[in-house]
């Protein structure tokens, strides 16, 4: 499986963006897929994630209300639409999938496949 993330860039405080997660070599509708963004010096950290039935099952904190995740099944392709960006929201965004077909992840360790990032930054 091989994920391709696109969609970030240059962006001013309140703008939006959206990001893409193309899913290659396996079918996305049988896979948990999540996005992760890491910003220099920090930790990956785990914003949302959909479960591999559907269903978007987590948002962190800092980006409820601001960012949606959705999924396509049919163009095999993972969305994150961001609203309200911060400065705060500048990072490399990673999307993710679960280690298998029919397999979940609550975790950073437990992600079997990732995109290769795409940063965002997001100008005061």
């Known amino acids: 499986v091989q994920l391709q993330a696109s969609g970030g860039g240059l962006v001013q405080t309140g703008g939006s963006l959206r990001l893409s997660c193309a899913v290659f070599?396996?079918?996305?509708?049988?896979?948990?897929m999540g996005w992760f963004r890491q910003a220099p010096g920090k930790e990956r950290e785990f914003l949302a994630k959909?479960?591999?039935?559907?269903?978007?099952?987590y948002y962190t904190d800092s980006v409820k209300g601001r960012f949606t995740m959705s999924r396509d099944n049919a163009k095999n392709t993972v969305y994150l639409q961001m609203n309200s960006l911060k400065p705060e929201d500048t990072a490399v965004y990673y999307c993710?999938?679960?280690?298998?077909?029919?397999?979940?992840?609550?975790?950073?360790?437990?992600?079997?496949?990732w995109g290769q990032g795409t940063q965002v930054t997001v100008s005061s």
């Open positions: 993710a999938a679960g280690s298998g077909p029919y397999r979940d992840f609550g975790a950073v360790t437990e992600v079997g496949y």
């Open positions: 070599g396996g079918t996305l509708s049988i896979y948990g």
């Open positions: 959909i479960n591999w039935r559907g269903g978007v099952t």
